[in-house]
């Protein structure tokens, strides 16, 4: 009886799978950030003022 009692509690404090689930957590909130950066990057506001900023220092005449 004591062998089975001692897997129990081996089992109940064993948290070895906790890295896992935390490394998941982060992926998806990783995912998450890249989703909303490229919808804002490629957002209209944002692709004209790039395009802008690009027009103006390939203008600049020396």
Known sequence: MYPLIARIRRARD???GMSTAE???GTIAAAA???VLYTVV????VVGAL???VEQA???SV
């Open 14 to 16: 064993d948290d070895t």
């Open 23 to 25: 490394y998941a957590i």
């Open 33 to 35: 950030f890249a989703a």
């Open 42 to 45: 490629t957002g209209d506001s």
């Open 51 to 53: 395009t802008s900023l």
């Open 58 to 60: 390939i203008s600049v």
